[in-house]
């Protein structure tokens, strides 16, 4: 099985989210993933870093999902960043989103803060 794999404080963590979890999530939540993985809500990304951790830590718990989000923000991670480098990467790896589709994602986001960056400094 492949997983987004990360380096945290020399510790690898393993994401994926398999069919069964993604089902299981659009029950919960009565929403499609793909609008469920935009949503920028701290609800939403705890929530998504419980189910992408599931197929690799058995009963991966809501508690330790928060802590998660929190050894992320200490190490330096934003809600931007864990929604774009972990969030939507391990969508790409367990085969929600086309790599190409991220990458345009990624490259409108940049448009859109270079161009709010523009209208500031104007």
């Known amino acids: 099985m492949k997983y987004f ?10 994401f994926r989210l398999t069919s069964a979890d993604s089902v299981e999530l659009e029950k919960k939540t009565g929403v499609k993933l793909l609008d469920f993985i ?6 939403t990304i705890v929530t998504l870093l419980r189910y992408m951790r599931k197929s690799s830590v ?10 998660l989000f929190d050894k992320l923000v200490d190490n330096g991670y934003a809600l931007e960043d864990i929604e774009t480098k972990i969030i939507m990467e391990t969508c790409v790896v367990s085969g ?16 859109k803060k270079q ?3 523009a209208t500031q400094e104007a």
Do not use: P, V
Request: hydrophobic residues 30%; proline residues 0%; negative net charge.
């Open 58 to 67: 058995q009963n991966f718990s809501e508690k330790d999902a928060y802590a």
């Open 5 to 14: 794999t990360l380096d945290l404080d020399g510790e690898e963590i393993n």
């Open 38 to 43: 935009q949503d920028y809500s701290i609800t």
């Open 96 to 111: 929600f989103l086309k790599q190409s589709d991220l990458d345009s994602i990624l490259e409108k986001k940049e448009e």
């Open 115 to 117: 161009e709010i960056q």
